[in-house]
């Protein structure tokens, strides 16, 4: 998923510059998604004024929902839902029951539901980079004209 590329992408550079190290690239190869995201979050209450980093952590939270269903669409397997190609996270739900229904929803994707998926991964990451642009981004800067006066 090119899209998940893109908010991974877009999650390093607010790391890189949150972190304020050099070696931010060797530190991101090396953590999970989850580790990355609470660095971020951590180092962004000590960093930025309380309403950014709110702004920046309920993105945070967004990704986070949005990795699980990532997972299981790319760990999944394909297979035929009412004659079209679906991806498989789970088998054997049963098709009854309200918890059922629930569970296929969450469990199987169709084609569409691939769509609509990467479609909002594309949202995410197009609020990621407004947070680097208009957040991330000036504080970096500032910190920079602050320490080479040091």
């Not at 690239?25 to 180092?43: N, T, V």
């Not at 918890?99 to 469990?107: K, L, P, Y």
């Not at 479609?119 to 197009?126: D, G, H, M, R, S």
Request: charged share 30%.
């Amino acid at each position: 998923m090119t899209a998940w590329g893109d908010v991974e992408y877009a999650l390093g550079n607010i790391f890189t510059c949150l972190s304020q190290t050099p070696y931010a690239s060797i530190l991101i190869d090396r953590l999970s998604q989850q580790q990355f995201r609470e660095i971020i979050q951590a180092i962004s209450e000590e960093a930025l004024p309380p309403a950014e980093h709110d702004r920046l952590n309920s993105v945070l939270e967004r990704v986070r929902r949005k990795t699980t269903i990532r997972n299981n669409i790319v760990h999944g397997k394909w297979g035929i839902l009412d004659g079209a190609p679906a991806r498989f996270f789970r088998v054997g739900i049963p098709k009854s029951t309200k918890e059922a229904q629930s569970m296929r929803d969450r469990q199987i994707f169709t084609a569409a539901d691939l769509d609509r998926r990467a479609a909002e991964l594309v949202e995410v990451c197009t609020e990621l980079d407004a947070i680097f642009r208009d957040v991330v981004l000036p504080h970096h800067i500032e910190n920079l004209r602050r320490n080479r006066g040091k």
